[in-house]
């Protein structure tokens, strides 16, 4: 474990082409990286090292997930196809070939399904589909999904991001209008739509136990939302397009990444693109520190299982491994503190005399 | 000047005018007249003709008793006598004590008397103003006064204190950095001189010209009142189940009252003359009445107090020329053994302020009541320092001294150590110095430890809660002659700190001494230490411009060279403050706070008070005209057993962030709405968060049962097969 007492980032330099998605697998001892230059590259999260990449791919890699074991690596790829990969030796299992790039890949949390988010693009339309995964032999797969998802409408309503929820009992797609729609994963029946934001979505990401998640828009603001009940928990106010946002285990904060497009920076007061990652409380919604360090906007976010690092990926082609200071572990409000030590007491002595405040 | 008018008394027709109101105020009924002076006597025998005369001068010698007797009217019918009988004396007061003594006076087993005023049957039953129906008397209604401890169940565990000042008198919540918040409104005139609360805090008692008053519960509403005319100086009980009140006048008989005060009068005929009074506090009536003894009538320095108590209220004694009295509380303040305690030449002594567990008491022995005393040297006798057991008297130990001057009975809290400061006389009488002996109370056979001096001890002070303590002294060059003067501030002291070193004697016996830790020269000569020990401030009283150094005993540092390593104690100076007009110190009875006072009754500069932390840190200002006094609430004993409190010690921090959290809310308002807003927001998340997770987790279950459904489903499925097969 590197130093814990002061934030020195390690920077991770594999990819040559900004970063599309990054993700800790289940231990969190290894990081998946895609990027526009074709490669998947694996890291050490403790120290950084590479140990490998995943070659195939003829196009930008759009997305990345990582089986529950490890044992197997899907990545989506705007060369038309989804790759299974073996995750040890780097060999592809399975090609899926589709009629559009493949924008973003999700196994079901129990890994028996997995969906390709297909682009709207080249007279397709955008499609959610969802395959069913044969775990006894991973290279016999079916071509055919089990259900596809269809886009009901034009390009501008194009889903962009996609993500399971618990139980992998429901779909939630995020669209280029910033409307947030959840679907029924067996039946494809639309059950909820909001327009949660005013322009595209570029990430959702969900809590540690999939129950809520977290969307994040080029429109300058992030917001929590129940997957159940599809209501509005919390909203995050920054000051930049948000590209991806992440939520925090054990510590109660949100993560915000992005930046002013990489084509507008030029033309920015000051030349501050606000490229730094910020730190919001999740409960709370304030901004209580920030991160700098990327020289363009981040384009993904993910943090470390038992929440103690996190991985930034920009689109300056690094990747920035934070390991987490104790100051910032031990940051508390006045008001959780005293609400951890009244339970604390209360564990300890549940007789006491209960102080109403 | 306007015009008089003539008038012509003749004139007027008295007889329309209507007197009557006028007659019945100033009716003065006379004094001494015939009825006034004859009782009825009811309840006599009845007797035959023939033995009347008999009857008649055994009357006449009981009711002779009270005053000279006139005529006594025995009325005879059909022979006989009828019970009852008329005496008529020379004046109404005789007739008034016959009643006051002799009614209910029983004759024999089946004869009592029934006395009354003839007067008095005149205008209550004759006249008819009272009912011969039974009316029950009134109760009064029982007024609910609150839970008395109530102040101690504040949610941001406050504490309360008490200011007078000019005619008024306040009582505030103490909040850190804020201005005070009053606990009830000011009042004005609620004592006549000064407030004083109970020890462990339950009551506050004020002092009127008529006698003393408690109040309690949160609206400090008036408890009972203590008729005392007079009273001057009262104290209570340690465990606040008894008030003492003093005052300079005598009770006075209830006869000498006028009538209207006569009824609530709580005094017997016994009290009469008595000065010294022992009240229940919880039921507002005299237990216990005491003449002043003959050396202190007419004193100017009365010694208080005179009822010294047991650490348990059981026992009460006081102090007579030649012995003390010894009552049991419990047992209607009777004498111990029905009898006092003869101790020749006694000066003074003192009850230990807890119960002690002596050294050769079984484990399930109550604990020990002790009880110390001293007598001077005498022509042929040595000055003795005795520690006595009650209630079986036997003394423990005795130590004789001689060339003692004065002794001073200094009890350590714990009740383990009662140290004697000795002052002796040089053999040329010059000049004097002192020793220190120190019982300790705990160990076989109470050893005494001996401290010799060549100073003289001016000041000595126990550490509550532990076993150091702290001396002021200086050497006498004879010019100290006059107990009075020691104390010039001019002069310089030597302040010693000790503390007890443990020496090993052998493999499982350690011997206990007092030895300094460190002294140092100082003009200063008070020692006022915590009531939670550890910190102490030294200073003068009553000088101009008084210093105060704040000192801790404990200090969590490096020790200075020059303070013994042999023990663990560590001294330091945590701050110096300076108070013009000190008057008093009054720690909070957690040691938290701290205040120093400059009171009107004393002095004329800087009236009001400081509050400071027990660092010296100061949290507080005021400076108010005509300031008299400053009481902090005393806090009851902690009922925290030592592992709750190291609990409590190992968590500090936990409870520290609630309590920073109040005091920020307190002090903020915006922030206060703020802290309360992410309260809710928190309890939202929590409360949100809780119902996801009993979602989630009833859905997984649901989730597993259909599996489970479906493999049974499926293996139903295969044995059908089965029977296929087998067809």
Not at chain 2, 442 to 462: A, H, Q, Y
Not at chain 2, 507 to 513: A, T, V
Not at chain 2, 611 to 627: A, M
Request: hydrophobic share 35%.
């Amino acid at each position: 474990m590197s130093s814990n007492k002061s934030m020195r980032p390690i920077l991770l330099t594999g990819h040559e082409r900004p970063l599309t998605q990054v993700k800790y697998n289940r231990e969190g001892d290894l990081i998946f990286s895609v990027a526009k230059d074709q490669h998947v590259c694996v890291w050490y999260s403790s120290n950084g090292e590479r140990l490998g990449t995943y070659d195939g791919h003829k196009g930008t890699v759009w997305s990345v997930d990582v089986s529950l074991e490890t044992e197997f690596v899907v990545t989506a790829s705007a060369d038309f196809s989804g790759i299974l990969w073996n995750a040890e030796n780097g060999k592809i299992l399975y090609t899926w070939n589709f009629n559009s790039p493949a924008k973003r890949c999700e196994l079901s949390p129990d890994n028996k399904f997995l969906f390709f988010l297909t682009d709207q693009a080249m007279g397709q339309v955008g499609t959610v589909k969802i395959f069913q995964l044969n775990t006894s032999d991973l290279s016999k797969q079916s071509d055919e999904p089990v259900l596809e998802i269809l886009n009901k409408g034009d390009a501008s309503i194009k889903p962009t991001v996609a993500a399971w929820s618990y139980g992998g009992k429901y779909i939630i797609t995020g669209h280029a209008d910033g409307s947030i729609t959840k679907y029924d994963a067996t039946t494809g029946e639309e059950l909820n739509r909001v327009k949660a934001f005013k322009e595209t979505v570029t990430d959702i990401q969900t809590s540690s136990d999939k129950t809520y998640f977290v969307a994040s828009s080029k429109d300058q603001t992030s917001r929590l939302y129940d997957i159940d009940t599809f209501e509005l928990l919390k909203e995050y106010l920054s000051d930049a397009p948000v590209n991806s946002a992440c939520i925090t285990p054990v510590k109660d904060f949100v993560l915000l990444g992005g930046g002013q497009d990489a084509k507008n920076v030029t033309t920015t007061a000051g030349g501050e693109g606000r490229f730094d990652c910020k730190i919001f409380h999740k409960i709370f919604e304030d901004q209580i520190g920030r991160i700098k360090g990327h020289f363009g906007p981040i384009n993904c976010l993910s943090t470390h299982p038992d929440g103690h690092s996190f991985v930034s990926g920009g689109e300056d082609g690094f990747m920035r491994l934070h390991h987490l200071p104790k100051s910032y572990l031990d940051f508390q409000y006045e008001v959780e503190k005293t609400a951890e030590a009244l339970q604390h007491q209360n564990n300890e002595n549940p007789d006491a005399l209960k102080v109403d405040a | 000047m306007t015009e008089v008018a003539e008038f012509d008394v003749n004139s007027v027709d008295l007889s329309s005018l209507d007197f009557s109101d006028l007659e019945s105020k100033y009716n003065v009924k006379e004094e001494n007249s015939l009825i006034d002076r004859c009782v009825l006597c009811d309840g006599a025998p009845i007797a035959p003709e023939s033995k009347a005369p008999v009857l008649k001068k055994v009357l006449n010698k009981l009711f002779s008793q009270c005053g000279k007797i006139e005529d006594i009217y025995l009325p005879i019918e059909d022979g006989k006598t009828k019970g009852y009988l008329i005496i008529r004396y020379s004046n109404s007061i005789e007739a008034s004590k016959a009643v006051n003594s002799l009614n209910g006076k029983k004759l024999d087993i089946k004869h009592r008397l029934l006395v009354n005023k003839l007067n008095d049957i005149e205008e209550f039953v004759l006249s008819g103003k009272i009912s011969n129906e039974f009316e029950e008397p009134l109760f009064p209604k029982f007024k609910e006064i609150g839970y008395l401890n109530s102040w101690l169940i504040d949610n941001n565990v406050r504490d309360q204190f008490l200011i007078n000042y000019d005619q008024s008198v306040g009582i505030n919540w103490f909040r850190k950095n804020l201005e005070n918040e009053p606990v009830i409104p000011f009042r004005n005139q609620w004592t006549s001189t000064y407030m004083k609360w109970s020890p462990k805090g339950k009551y506050l008692f004020s002092m009127f010209p008529q006698g003393v008053q408690s109040w309690g519960g949160s609206n400090f509403d008036r408890i009972h009142k203590y008729l005392h005319p007079g009273v001057r100086l009262i104290d209570i009980s340690p465990n606040e189940k008894f008030l003492v009140t003093l005052s300079p006048e005598p009770i006075m008989n209830k006869l000498d009252l006028k009538p209207e005060l006569r009824n609530d009068y709580p005094f017997k005929d016994e009290d009469i003359g008595k000065k010294l009074i022992i009240w229940d506090i919880s039921i507002g009536l005299p237990v216990k009445t005491f003449a002043l003894p003959p050396n202190l009538e007419n004193t100017n320095r009365m010694p208080w107090p005179l009822i010294k108590w047991s650490y348990d209220d059981k026992y009460c004694a006081r102090q007579g020329p030649d012995a003390i009295g010894i009552y049991e509380t419990e047992k209607d303040f009777q004498l111990l053994d029905k009898k006092l305690v003869k101790i020749d030449g006694i000066v003074d002594f003192e009850f230990a302020p807890s119960g002690i567990k002596l050294a050769n008491s079984k484990k399930d022995d109550p604990l020990d009541i002790i009880l110390s005393y001293w007598t001077p040297e005498s022509e042929n006798q040595s000055a003795k320092v005795s520690v006595m057991n009650i209630p079986s008297k036997t003394i423990l130990r005795t130590i004789p001294l001689v060339q003692v001057k004065d002794i001073k009975l200094n009890w350590n809290e714990s009740g383990k150590y009662l140290c004697c400061n000795v002052t002796r006389h040089t053999k040329s009488k010059k000049s004097f110095f002192s020793n220190l002996q120190i019982f300790k109370l705990t160990e076989k056979d109470l050893p005494v430890d001996k401290i010799e001096l060549t100073d003289l001890i001016l000041n000595f002070k126990w550490e509550p809660k532990s076993n150091k303590f702290i001396t002021i002294s200086k050497i006498d060059k004879g010019e100290i002659n006059n107990q009075s003067n020691i104390a010039t501030s001019s002069s310089i002291n030597t302040i010693t700190i000790f503390d007890i070193e443990e020496v090993k004697v052998s493999n499982n016996s350690s011997l206990k001494k007092w030895v300094p830790l460190t002294n140092f020269s100082d003009s200063l000569n008070d020692i006022i230490w915590s009531p939670n020990g550890r910190f102490v401030i030294l200073t003068s009283l009553n000088e101009n411009l008084s210093k105060l150094k704040f000192y801790d005993v404990e200090f969590d540092g490096e020790k200075s060279k020059e303070q013994n390593k042999k023990v663990s104690s560590n001294l330091k100076l945590l701050k110096t403050n300076e108070f013009a007009g000190l008057t008093d110190i009054q720690w909070e009875s957690s040691g938290r706070f701290v205040t120093a006072i400059s009171s009107f009754w004393k002095t004329k500069i800087n009236n009001g008070y400081t509050i400071y932390d027990c660092v010296g840190h100061i949290l507080k200002e005021e400076h108010i005209n005509s300031f008299k006094e400053f009481l902090w609430r005393p806090r009851p004993i902690k009922l925290l057993t030592n592992n709750d409190k190291k609990r409590v010690r190992k968590n500090l921090k936990e409870y520290a962030a609630q309590f920073e959290e109040s005091d920020t809310m307190d002090t903020n308002a915006a922030l206060r709405e703020l802290i309360l807003q992410r309260k809710k927001l928190l309890n939202d998340w929590k409360s949100y968060r809780s119902k996801t997770i009993e979602k989630l987790d009833k859905f997984i279950i649901k989730r597993k049962e259909i599996e489970l459904e479906k493999v049974k489903t499926i293996k139903e499925v295969i044995i059908e097969e089965n029977e296929e097969v087998i067809e």
